[in-house]
């Protein structure tokens, strides 16, 4: 069965670093796109980052660009998202996910592409 197990998260003042990690239990795990969503109170789920393993492509949504930085180790099936500069709007609860990676640039951006999930780990950053 495919899943993601993520690691980290916590409590953190603005402007420290935090690191998640995805480890994934899926056979070629590099063939995926490896995605981070989050969801802060009373929003919907928001496209955080993406690693494209073809062509090593990384996206990112606006606001996080120059702070948070997507990496990936194919050899050990796992994701990670280095936050940096953290901020209260960051405050959320993060997931990773895996897309086939088939999927098309445009549809990365969307949770509804990925259909594999880890279970939420949440994000608080204090001002």
């Known amino acids: 069965r495919s899943s993601c197990r993520r690691l980290g998260g916590g409590l953190v003042q603005a402007g420290d670093s935090l690191r998640l990690t995805c480890a994934a239990s899926?056979?070629?795990?590099?063939?995926?796109?490896v995605g981070w969503f989050r969801q802060a109170p009373g929003k919907e789920r928001e496209f955080v980052a993406a690693?494209?393993?073809?062509?090593?492509?990384?996206y990112y949504t606006d606001s996080v660009k120059g702070r948070f930085t997507i990496s990936r180790d194919n050899a050990k099936g796992t994701g990670t998202l280095q936050m940096n500069s953290l901020k209260p709007e960051d405050t959320a609860i993060y997931y990773c996910?895996?897309?086939?990676?088939?999927?098309?640039?445009?549809?990365?951006?969307?949770?509804?592409?990925?259909?594999?999930w880890g279970k939420g780990t949440l994000v608080t950053v204090s001002s």
């Open positions: 996910a895996l897309a086939p990676g088939s999927t098309i640039t445009s549809s990365m951006y969307s949770a509804r592409s990925y259909n594999i």
């Open positions: 899926v056979q070629d795990f590099r063939s995926y796109v």
């Open positions: 690693f494209r393993n073809r062509g090593g492509t990384t």
